[in-house]
Every structure is written in structure tokens, then in C-alpha cells.
């Protein structure tokens, strides 16, 4: 598999500035050392609850905020790795059609004032595609991609309902051609009915187009339809990463476990014993020593109040981060009954 | 069974706009019983909300209740029609808060960040009953420790900005009891919060209940959570009920064609990984544009012509509680879902 995106040891610290004369104070360290792989055609999934650094992590990829540290790999179609981390502004503007993001909000993501046909058009515009003939036909090959109506180029985007203009947001994304798209919660604004027809369309893209997926998201039911592996970050970093089926069969983190099993499963019959986790998500300004999860893990030991516990591999393509990944025998989504 | 405590009969909540009338509620009936949950699920549009704003008599304008009956069994059994009392004289305004408590999916938008919890709980405590402030105070304190919030005593004077989402649902729920209701509704309580402090409110409302015996009107869009937590549930579409009974039948013998597409496109974690959803073709439509006939008939997968766009269908009892609005079931020689 050609690898698209490989993150390497990725920091982002935000200042937090105090007083009249705004010292730095302390820093949120919101990414913290997170190393991930992309092929083309894969989807990985970012999950974890608020303010854990999935979107952070995400907007550094994009290049919408400058890393701290650390590298970002990308191989784009001239097939050269370019690390992205260090670019300038203007170094990036070749490299930013290729990649795109789909955004949460279909309703504000998308301007009022310009028709259909422009804002799918705008991004071939601006790429020099000025001709205005071969522009709406491209145009038009994206709606019929993202299975929408011709006769909607002329009409504005009030006129669409969550799901239509969510295809809309999807087709501006495709329009140059990218390899890897960035999608925060693409589907979580959306009605469940609605949110089966975006999801079945981005998996059907995906296989279609070869694209690569970073798919940033709270709702572990849609991250199972849509992964191929699945990244579980915890107050900045990656506390598990592992194949789907893995991931949630056979968890070996304590959170990760906890995250399983809170979710709620569409059947009466299963009302499960859940492990309900004490206390909230740890202050990233001020995370707990050693462990970050240790004040909410039930499995938690003298040691992990004060040891950092490294990402470890205990399977092929199996990462964990816990000091006791070698004792504990954890249940995963299966074993709920 | 025992006397319902809350009965809704053949609700109408319509709203008057410019570009027409939308009909939010449209007939809509079910009972509540003590120490059970009713859970009112559907998406957006669907009236789940305008139902239970309804009954608490808060339907803003352009919007009323144009017909029906809201019947409350109050404490020394009398019963109350909520729909006869003026929405905002004293007696309505006893009730609400009062015996049926609220609470809502924003918690940051129902406090007030002005007055710090403490204050907030002494009001509605001292609203609703005789307590002094030193009395309400002790009580607040109180009701912060039974919906296990740390550090009750010293948590009393902050302001909701300084608690976290889950503290602050919380709060509203504490807020919710502070007059001991006897009817508890919330309207997607836990929609705006992380799956593990989800797991803890919900966990809560259960014990909460349990203890005092609450009957629980939930409102959410969210089948898991109606799986995990109701006893009896309404499904409703554009604002119809299409289908309500036990949940064990809903979930595992759904009759209405929407609840059975529904609950095939919903996603689960127990589906194998990238298993292609279900889905239901088209989308909701606009309120104004409401289809004629059965409303789901135009993304029905076992639509009748000539029948379902024609006209309404009635209500059929199917099984034990089990009831649904749906041609098929009337129609002779529909052909029934396997």
C-alpha cells in the first residue's frame, strides 16, 4: 500500500497568557507526541471525547494552525514526500487542493450567496481552470458523483435540506482531485436517516477514487462503519491505535474499554452492565502525572500514578499505551450481553 | 396497572406562520405511569419536542395547542386538564417545575451564568415550598450530593461557567428535582455531551427514578439511548405517531415501516467494520411541504398507490400495547414486511 500521510511524533502547545502583560503562563499541551500512517483508499478514524486533541491534531495536518513540533509526512501525486509541518504559506499553496476537508455543519460551512454551480466551481477557479465551459462540466461530473441532480447547479443553498448540502460540501472537496481528505464529524449534524445515505456515500467514494480518509469523530458506532483502523486519543495522545475488528473485539486499553462500553447498543435485550467512568476528561492544561488516565482507571496501579507509560506494540499494527497492557484481559463491544 | 399519572389525548400543537400552518403535533396520544420511562423518539421535525413543551405549556408563538387533552393526576388524585389552564397563571406556573420538572439538552443555556448554582436551586426550592433561605440552602446543598456532584458544600456558590458539561447536567437535573416532581421530562438530556458523561446521566435518571418512584418523559433522536432507557416508547414522524409500545417489541418486532427502516440504518457497534448502512431514501421534508395521505409514503419501501397518498391511516392495535398508524395492516391484500 502507498502510504499518503505518515505523522511523526506530532506536538502542538498553546500558550496560556496571564496578566497585563501577557506571560506565558503554562501551555495546553492539546497534541502530545501523536505518530500515525495513511495509505490510499485507507480511512483512519480519530476518536475520544471533547478536548482530546482529535481536532487539533486534525487543523496541524491541514496546516490551519502550526505545529509545535514534529513531522508531517506527505506523499502527494508527484509521488515525493514533503514534510508539511515546516512549510510557509506560500510553499503550501500546490500542496493544499490535495488536501481537503469535509466540515460538521453543512448549514454554515457553505455561503448563501453563491449558487451551487459556484461553490463547487470556485475551487476549479481559483486553480486556474477559467474556462467557464469546461469548469461546469467538471462541475457537473462532481454532482453526479456525490448522486445529485444537474438541475440543481442554479439554485442556492437554502434550498437543500442537511444531506444535500452535506453532498455539496463533499463535491467542493473532490473537485482538484485530493488524496487525502480531513472529515470532523461529517455526519454528526445529519438525521440517522439522512446520515446512512453520507455515510454508504463516502465509503463508496472512497473505493471509487482511491482516497484516503482522516475521519475525525466522538460517535464510535459510525467509526465502526467507516474504518479501517481506529486511532483513540486521551487528554493529547494516542492511547491505542489498532485494525477495527481489533479495536473493538479485543481493546487492550482501559479507556479505550470504558469508551465501548458506554456506548449506547440499539437493543433492549443488551441493556449491559456499563463501566461508568468516574469523574470527567482530565484538564489538558494540567493532566494528571504518569498516566494521563490513571485517576479514572479502574485497573490503575501505584506505578501509573508516576510512570509515562510508552505506545507499545503488542499485536501487528497494535498499539497501546498502558503500563499493565500485558495483564489485563479487557472485553470489547462483543462481550456486552 | 396503576392509574396513568400523565395521560396526552389526541394532542394538536400547530403553528400559525406566514407561509402557512405547520401542524408540529398532530394528534398524538399516550399515557405515563409512575417509576416507568416513556421514551418519544424521532428526528428532527418529527414533534418530539413540541410535544413535551406542550404539556409544560411553553409552545411559543406563532405556535398552540388547538385541540386535545393533557391530563394530569395530581397528588391527592384529583385530575388536571394542563390544556384548561391559562399558560401563565399561578396554577400552571405551580405545576411546572413544580410537579412536573425539566430538563434540558443545553445546559449552558439554561443556567444563568449570573447567579451561582446555589442561588439558582434556593430560588426554585423556595419557589415551590415554605423553606427559609438557611432551610433552602441546606436543601441545595443537598440535592447537589443526591446527583453526585463532589464537594456539594463548596460547589453550592460557583457558577456554572466553572463546571464542566457533566457537572452542569448535573446541576439542571438537581434544579429539575428541587420541588420533588413527580413527572420528570427530558428532552434530549444527554445530546450535547461525551459518551462516557452520558453514560453517567443516564445512569443517574435511572437511580433517580428507582428512588423516588419518577415517571420519566425522555425525548431523544437517539435509538441507543431509547434501548438503554425506556420502558414504553412513542415513535413519531412529522408529527404523527406512527408507532408506540413496550420497547422489547419496538426494537425487535417493529411493525411501521419507518421504525423498521430506522432502526436498520442506524449505526451500531456491534456491525461488522465498513458494513454498508441501510438506508432511507430521500430526506425529511419541509414542514410546509407536508406530503399528503400517510406522510412517510413518498420514502415508505412498502408504499400502496392509489392508498397511502390518498389518505391517513388510522391507528391499529397489533400486539399487547402495540399499536401503529399504517395502511398496510388495514389495506386488504397489502402485502406484508417479512
Redesign the interface.
Given at each position: 500500500m502507498t502510504q499518503v500521510l505518515e505523522v511523526r511524533s506530532l506536538r502542538k502547545h498553546f500558550p496560556l497568557r496571564r496578566g497585563l502583560l501577557g506571560r506565558v503562563a503554562a501551555h495546553v499541551k492539546a497534541v502530545d507526541d501523536v505518530s500515525f500512517t495513511i495509505a490510499r483508499g485507507e480511512?483512519l478514524s480519530l476518536v475520544g471525547?471533547?478536548g482530546c486533541g482529535k481536532t487539533t491534531t486534525s487543523r496541524c495536518i491541514l496546516r490551519a494552525i502550526t505545529p509545535t513540533s514534529g513531522e508531517i509526512r506527505f506523499r502527494g501525486e508527484s509521488g515525493q514526500e514533503i514534510d508539511v509541518a515546516g512549510l510557509s504559506r506560500k510553499q503550501l499553496r500546490p500542496l493544499r487542493r490535495q488536501m481537503q476537508m469535509i466540515f460538521q455543519d453543512p448549514f454554515s460551512s457553505l455561503n448563501p450567496r453563491m449558487t451551487i454551480a459556484e461553490i463547487i466551481g470556485e475551487p476549479l477557479l481559483v486553480n486556474g481552470m477559467t474556462d467557464t465551459a469546461t469548469r461546469n462540466q467538471r462541475v457537473a461530473e462532481l454532482l453526479e458523483l456525490v448522486q445529485l441532480p444537474h438541475a440543481y447547479l442554479n439554485r442556492f443553498p437554502h434550498a437543500f435540506?442537511?444531506?444535500?448540502r452535506q453532498r455539496i460540501g463533499i463535491a467542493r472537496a473532490l473537485a482538484l482531485h485530493p488524496s487525502l481528505i480531513v472529515a470532523d464529524e461529517p455526519v454528526s449534524a445529519l438525521?440517522?436517516?439522512?446520515?446512512?445515505?453520507i455515510?454508504?456515500l463516502m465509503?463508496d467514494l472512497q473505493d471509487r477514487l482511491g482516497l484516503a480518509y482522516l475521519f475525525v469523530a466522538?460517535?464510535?458506532?459510525?467509526v465502526?462503519?467507516?474504518?479501517?483502523r481506529v486511532a483513540v486519543m486521551y487528554v493529547g495522545r494516542i492511547v491505542e491505535i489498532a485494525?477495527?475488528?481489533s479495536l473493538?473485539d479485543t481493546p487492550r486499553h482501559p479507556y479505550t474499554e470504558?469508551?465501548?462500553?458506554?456506548?449506547?447498543?440499539?437493543?433492549?435485550?443488551?441493556?449491559a452492565q456499563?463501566i461508568?467512568?468516574e469523574g470527567?476528561?482530565a484538564d489538558p492544561t494540567h493532566p494528571p502525572t504518569g498516566c494521563h488516565f490513571h485517576p479514572r482507571c479502574r485497573y490503575a496501579e501505584d506505578r501509573c500514578r508516576i510512570e509515562t507509560p510508552e505506545l507499545v506494540e503488542v499485536a501487528p499494527n497494535h498499539a497501546v499505551r498502558c503500563l499493565r497492557v500485558r495483564e489485563l484481559f479487557l472485553s470489547g463491544?462483543?462481550a456486552q450481553a | 396497572m396503576a392509574e396513568p399519572i400523565l395521560q396526552v389525548r389526541n394532542l394538536h400543537t400547530h403553528f400559525f406562520a406566514d407561509e402557512g400552518v405547520v401542524r408540529a403535533v398532530d394528534d398524538t396520544s399516550f399515557d405515563l405511569f409512575a417509576g416507568r420511562t416513556l421514551g418519544i423518539v424521532g428526528?428532527?421535525g418529527c414533534g418530539k419536542s413540541v410535544t413535551a413543551r406542550s404539556i409544560l405549556r411553553i409552545v411559543e408563538r406563532p405556535g398552540r395547542i388547538v385541540s386535545g387533552e393533557i391530563l394530569l393526576r395530581r397528588a391527592d388524585g384529583s385530575v388536571t386538564d394542563l390544556v384548561k389552564l391559562p399558560s401563565d397563571g399561578l396554577e400552571m406556573r405551580a405545576i411546572r417545575g413544580g410537579e412536573i420538572g425539566l430538563v434540558f439538552q443545553e445546559p449552558m443555556s439554561s443556567l444563568s451564568s449570573f447567579h451561582s448554582i446555589g442561588n439558582q436551586l434556593i430560588e426554585a426550592i423556595r419557589l415551590h415550598s415554605s423553606l427559609s433561605k438557611r432551610a433552602a440552602r441546606t436543601r441545595a446543598i443537598e440535592l447537589l450530593a443526591l446527583v453526585g456532584i463532589p464537594r456539594p458544600s463548596q460547589r453550592v456558590d460557583a457558577y456554572s461557567f466553572e463546571l464542566?458539561?457533566?457537572?452542569r447536567q448535573r446541576v439542571m437535573i438537581a434544579l429539575a428535582l428541587a420541588a420533588e416532581p413527580r413527572v420528570l421530562i427530558a428532552d434530549e438530556p444527554t445530546t450535547a455531551l461525551?459518551?462516557?458523561?452520558?453514560?453517567?446521566i443516564?445512569?443517574l435518571i435511572r437511580r433517580l427514578q428507582q428512588e423516588r418512584a419518577l415517571a420519566v418523559i425522555l425525548i431523544t433522536?437517539?435509538?441507543?439511548?431509547?434501548?438503554?432507557m425506556?420502558d414504553d416508547v412513542v415513535v413519531m414522524y412529522l408529527g404523527h405517531e406512527v408507532e408506540k409500545g413496550p420497547?422489547?417489541a419496538i426494537?425487535?418486532a417493529p411493525r411501521h415501516p419507518y421504525t423498521r427502516?430506522?432502526?436498520r440504518?442506524?449505526?451500531?457497534?456491534?456491525?461488522a467494520?465498513?458494513?454498508?448502512?441501510?438506508?432511507?431514501s430521500g430526506?425529511?421534508p419541509h414542514p410546509f411541504a407536508r406530503p399528503p395521505g400517510c406522510p412517510f409514503h413518498p420514502?415508505c419501501p412498502d408504499h400502496i398507490r392509489g392508498v397511502c397518498e390518498q389518505s391517513f391511516p388510522a391507528e391499529i392495535v397489533i400486539g399487547e400495547d402495540h399499536v401503529t398508524a399504517c395502511h398496510l395492516y388495514t389495506t386488504v391484500g397489502a402485502r406484508l414486511p417479512a
Open positions: 480511512t471525547e471533547s435540506s442537511g444531506g444535500q438525521d440517522v436517516s439522512v446520515q446512512a445515505q455515510v454508504n465509503l466522538h460517535d464510535l458506532s459510525v465502526k462503519h467507516v474504518s479501517h485494525p477495527t475488528a473493538f470504558a469508551l465501548l462500553s458506554a456506548v449506547p447498543v440499539p437493543d433492549p435485550r443488551r441493556r456499563r461508568v467512568l470527567d476528561v463491544v462483543a | 428526528e428532527s464542566s458539561g457533566g457537572l461525551d459518551v462516557t458523561t452520558q453514560a453517567q443516564l445512569e433522536h437517539d435509538m441507543g439511548v431509547i434501548a438503554e425506556a420497547v422489547d426494537f425487535h427502516s430506522l432502526l440504518s442506524i449505526p451500531s457497534v456491534l456491525a467494520p465498513r458494513a454498508r448502512l441501510a438506508t432511507i430526506s425529511i420514502r
